[in-house]
């Protein structure tokens, strides 16, 4: 009987399991904590692929924020999987790069509450500006300003304010952006020189304006031929 039960139990009793192995990450490079340099590298390569036609100016601008908005490596690499990477710099000097390029860093901030904010005349343009007007007036002039980089990105917002861009004729202008009771406005410029600057003018307008359009009579080429007879070349 003893037996009987011993046997009729054995089928019934639970084996012991090996405990499970912790999960290891598919991709543990992918989990570091992205630096500001890695974000900068990937806005790289999407300004390349907005020069380039590969983007337009509302995917850009969707990725770009993406890339800001980024904590690890791994969050970075999908933005740019479908491009190819960026390329190294020409050797060879274009005829509208006023100086060397200024290494990456943050965004130039221009800030108007209730106030007004300009930037004209002889001036560096970096490769990203944010402009933020609240009840106030903002005015960026890039008529005489040095191009560093061929790409340049400006993100306008205006609530009940003014945000108001002028270029050179002779460059490429292009912008994505929305207006809510309010007014976007980018005059679209593709220049006939493949090495022309690009701006481009992302945003929003909430009861405000934002406008970006060429300046008539302004030419980078003629800033540049009075740079060149000013250092005697």
Partial sequence: MDLDKHDSAAPGRRQPQNPAAPARPADPAGAIRASDADRDRTADILREALAEGRLDAEEHAERIDAVYRAKTVGELEPVVRDLPASRPPRQESAPYAYGPEAPAGP??????????STRKGRWRVGARTQAFSLFGNIEIDLTEAMFGQRLTVINATS???NVEVRVPENISLRGSGTGIFGNFEVV???SADPEAPIVVVNGYSVFGNVEAKPKRGKRIADLHDRLRKHLGH
Avoid: K, Q, R
């Avoid at 965004?107 to 007004?116: E, G, M």
């Fill in 107 to 116: 965004a130039d901030n221009l800030i108007a509450v209730f106030s007004s």
């Fill in 159 to 161: 609530i009940f304010g």
């Fill in 188 to 190: 679209t410029l593709e």
